[in-house]
Nanobody, 124 residues
Framework: QARLVESGGGLVQAGASLRLSCAASNRMFSNNAMGWFRQAPGKEREFVAG????????NYADSVKGRFTISRDNAKNALYLQMDSLLPEDTAVYYC?????????????????WGQGTQVTVSS
């Protein structure tokens, strides 16, 4: 069964960087768009970034634009999120997700496979 497993979360100070990774269990996601979402305590899950199957299109939430970079390596069945200039409001559980199609989008309904999440905590 296909699985997505996130790693790379942790506790950092404001202004620091983290790189999240998402490992897919098989190559079935290489033709699918993928994305990162996050959920802070007491808030709904929100879109962070998405990437099309061939990395040709990337989109970001306004709150992370210019600070976060999404990338993927289909040869390694891997998805990444480079997070720079972290802010306390970036504190959340971050989830990797695979979309049904090849085009990235911000709506969670477009995604049908989800990882278990990795905690990112940014202290002020």
């Amino acid at each position: 069964q296909a699985r997505l497993v996130e790693s790379g979360g942790g506790l950092v100070q404001a202004g620091a960087s983290l790189r999240l990774s998402c490992a897919a269990s098989n190559r079935m996601f290489s033709n699918n768009a993928m994305g990162w979402f996050r959920q802070a305590p007491g808030k709904e899950r929100e879109f962070v970034a998405g990437i099309s199957w061939n990395s040709g299109t990337k989109n970001y939430a306004d709150s992370v634009k210019g600070r976060f970079t999404i990338s993927r390596d289909n040869a390694k069945n891997a998805l990444y999120l480079q997070m720079d200039s972290l802010l306390p409001e970036d504190t959340a559980v971050y989830y990797c997700a695979a979309a049904r199609g090849s085009v990235a989008g911000s709506g969670s309904e477009r995604y049908n496979y989800w990882g278990q999440g990795t905690q990112v905590t940014v202290s002020s």
